[in-house]
């Protein structure tokens, strides 16, 4: 079997087990969430599978952050310095925070993780992450279908700010998408929401403001079956310093065993450092937490012995 041949088959492969998610979970999170631009049920003809295909891959084209350094390249082949496994590496994923963008969030992660080797991507969503979180998540997914077709990957790694570390567990949990996800790398997550007001005056309407409170309807049906599933591997940068998702301890991660889960205080990862806050998507310690967790099995960190070579 070539090679053009093998990537045709996986993503066929694909597109049959995203109608039959499809099918499985008609609506979630308060009746309105449902299973957005699945692909094929595999019952058309060739012809129809590749259009299919392209479709997906031109709303993900249409999603995408423009102006960031080294993401979005769809025709991107990883060849990454550490090899994780046999397999390929997984395209990595960017997810932003609230009130921002891709180009804005991640214009020091992106060339990090370009510069390693690895096909990088970021989507702008919810207009500037202000939209209902549902209606968000929907868009992510709708990312994550266009970057599989493209790149023939059977998974991809989730990297999120903020608001952009919550919405990957919607993806793996609700929306029962756990089998694309390899990595979740959540950088000071709105896990439980937050008790900080948030505001911006760029933003007078902000959904997902409200969505954010912690005693929203949103986070109590999210958070409703424990805070991971089995599958993808998850490590969560946080400070304690936090003063935007507060109380920042709420970022955690709570069930999983030590191979699956690791909550990575920076305060402890980087010794001697007490001048961090929410800004952890500006830090190069940061980043090299996420390389570590990207480029290996299992999360970053399972034996509590990384520590980040830029603190």
């Known amino acids: 079997m070539s090679t053009k041949e093998y990537h045709l088959a996986r993503r066929r492969g694909r597109a049959l087990r995203a109608g039959l998610i499809a099918a499985a979970a008609a609506a979630v999170l308060g009746g309105g969430l449902t299973v957005a631009n699945a692909g094929s049920s595999g019952a058309g003809s060739s012809g129809e599978e590749g259009a299919a295909e392209q479709g997906a891959v031109a709303a993900a084209h249409a999603l995408a952050s423009p102006d960031l350094e080294g ?13 994780e496994d046999a397999d390929d590496p997984e395209p990595v994923i960017l997810v932003h925070d609230t009130f921002r963008d891709g180009a804005s969030n991640f214009a020091v992660l992106a060339p990090e993780l370009t510069g390693a080797g690895l096909c990088v991507f970021a989507l702008d969503y919810g207009g500037n992450g202000t939209a209902p979180l549902a209606d968000s998540a929907a868009q992510l997914q ?12 059977p998974k ?32 000071a997550p709105a896990t439980r929401g937050t008790d900080t007001p948030l505001e ?33 591997a998850y490590t ?9 998702i507060t109380p920042p301890d709420s970022q955690t991660l709570k069930g999983g065993e030590p191979e699956q889960v690791n909550n990575e205080r920076m305060e402890f990862a980087c010794l001697g450092r007490l001048d961090f806050n929410h800004a952890l998507d500006q830090e190069l310690a940061v980043a090299d937490i996420v390389l570590s967790a990207v480029q290996r099995e299992g999360p970053s960190d399972p034996g509590l012995a990384f520590r980040p070579a830029r603190c």
Do not use: K, M, Y
């Not at 709708?142 to 990957?153: D, H, M, P, Q, S």
């Not at 986070?219 to 993808?232: E, F, Y």
């Open 71 to 83: 993401a979005n390249d769809f025709e991107c082949v990883a060849s990454p310095a550490i090899q």
């Open 200 to 232: 911006d005056p760029d933003f007078a309407e902000c959904a997902a403001c409200a969505d954010l409170a912690p005693d929203s309807e949103f986070l109590a049906q999210l958070n409703a079956n424990g805070d991971v599933v089995p599958g993808p």
């Open 142 to 153: 709708t990312f994550v279908a266009g970057v599989l077709e493209a790149t023939g990957a």
């Open 236 to 244: 969560v940068p946080w400070s304690i310093a936090d003063d935007v």
């Open 156 to 187: 991809v790694d989730l990297v999120g700010h903020g608001q952009g570390g919550l919405l990957p567990r919607v993806l793996v949990g609700p929306l029962g998408l756990a089998e694309q996800v390899d990595d979740i790398v959540a950088i």
